[in-house]
């Protein structure tokens, strides 16, 4: 089924992303890393820097999902690795002007869009069969059963901080009843794949544009997508809001395609920092040290600004 052409919403926040990594490393070890954003329909990035060490060997490909992939070999001692980008983002919510349509059968979809309907590691939708079926069989089948399972999901299992544990499926965190985004994404996902729709895994920034976290956390985001009449529509069910700046980096069948590492060898991360906060245009540049006085968002108001003539690339 042909994608629905859906203008691009204007751009009229800047927002500033990235992370401070530190490894350490005992013999030989490498890294792929998965931090740079993604093109996206409701963000453009300004400029972005990326230091890789003290002139670490790396080279970049782009995966099968479309992630631009940093391949990086380390050095013995401490690597030092940062990302920092200002990014032109929409003041519209997720989801805002596409248009919902009828999902595809699966003898209809585009064969690259298959595998986002098959279980994996992380989203052993074979084992949620049963469950899916008595929860939401009886909901349309479309949009309405995407937001009815997100729905759920966000009423029914419990977000603890720091509960994230590497070696859970999903399966493994409908039976605990808790866990982090990770962990309800996995759920949205396999969920989703129950009913042949497509889903995939998606990691990546959310400023809290519109939306106060008094504990002020800032951190790489997960969630999901379901393809739906040619488009991917945004299902988050942590907060089951429409939010505001998401910015993707990467995306594929589950967390093995979103990690933003993968180490290889005897490498051990020992610092991580990241930020996502609305800044006023101009104010801050890529390498400014972290000053979060200057953060515009972190409330409910939310301040927009002149839109960007030209859209950046």
């Known amino acids: 089924m042909p994608a629905i052409p859906n203008p691009a919403p204007e751009f009229d926040l800047t927002v500033r992303v990235g992370c401070s990594l530190a490894y350490a490393v005992t013999g030989t070890a490498s890294l792929l890393l998965n931090l740079q954003p993604r093109p996206g329909r409701n963000h453009a990035v300004v400029f972005q820097a990326l230091t890789l060490g003290d002139g670490l060997p790396a080279s970049q490909f782009t995966d099968s999902h479309g992630n631009r992939v940093w391949r990086v070999r380390?050095?013995?001692?401490?690597?030092?690795?940062r990302h920092d980008a200002i990014l032109a983002v929409s003041s519209s919510p997720d989801n805002a002007g596409l248009t919902a349509a009828r999902p595809a059968a699966p003898d209809e979809l585009p064969p690259e869009i298959l595998r986002y309907t098959l279980p994996s590691r992380y989203c052993d939708s074979d084992k949620l069969t049963n469950f899916a079926w008595e929860k939401f069989g009886q909901v349309?089948?479309?949009?309405?059963?995407?937001?009815?399972?997100?729905?759920?999901?966000?009423?029914?299992?419990?977000?603890?901080?720091?509960?994230?544990?590497?070696?859970?499926?999903?399966?493994?965190?409908?039976?605990?009843?808790?866990?982090?985004?990770?962990?309800?994404?996995?759920?949205?996902?396999?969920?989703?794949?129950?009913?042949?729709?497509?889903?995939?895994?998606?990691?990546?920034?959310?400023?809290?544009?519109?939306?106060?976290?008094?504990?002020?956390?800032?951190?790489?985001?997960?969630?999901?997508?379901?393809?739906?009449?040619?488009?991917?529509?945004?299902?988050?069910?942590?907060?089951?809001?429409?939010?505001?700046?998401?910015?993707?980096?990467?995306?594929?069948?589950?967390?093995?395609?979103?990690?933003?590492?993968?180490?290889?060898?005897?490498?051990?991360?020992?610092?991580?920092?990241?930020?996502?906060?609305?800044?006023?245009?101009?104010?801050?540049?890529?390498?400014?040290?972290?000053?979060?006085?200057?953060?515009?968002?972190?409330?409910?108001?939310?301040?927009?600004?002149?839109?960007?003539?030209?859209?950046?690339?």
């Not at 380390?74 to 690795?81: K, R």
């Open 140 to 313: 349309e089948h479309g949009l309405p059963r995407v937001t009815a399972i997100s729905q759920w999901l966000h009423d029914n299992l419990e977000y603890r901080y720091l509960s994230g544990r590497p070696d859970l499926s999903a399966w493994d965190v409908l039976q605990r009843g808790y866990g982090v985004c990770r962990d309800f994404a996995h759920l949205a996902v396999a969920l989703n794949r129950t009913f042949n729709l497509p889903a995939r895994y998606v990691t990546g920034h959310l400023p809290d544009i519109g939306w106060p976290d008094p504990e002020n956390h800032m951190d790489f985001h997960a969630y999901a997508e379901v393809y739906l009449g040619g488009q991917w529509f945004t299902t988050d069910a942590r907060f089951h809001k429409p939010r505001i700046g998401r910015i993707d980096i990467a995306c594929g069948q589950d967390a093995v395609d979103g990690a933003f590492s993968t180490i290889y060898g005897g490498a051990t991360l020992t610092y991580f920092q990241v930020w996502a906060y609305q800044v006023a245009r101009g104010t801050v540049g890529v390498g400014d040290p972290l000053d979060f006085s200057k953060r515009l968002d972190n409330q409910w108001t939310v301040r927009t600004e002149a839109p960007y003539s030209v859209p950046p690339a």
């Open 74 to 81: 380390l050095a013995p001692g401490t690597n030092f690795i």
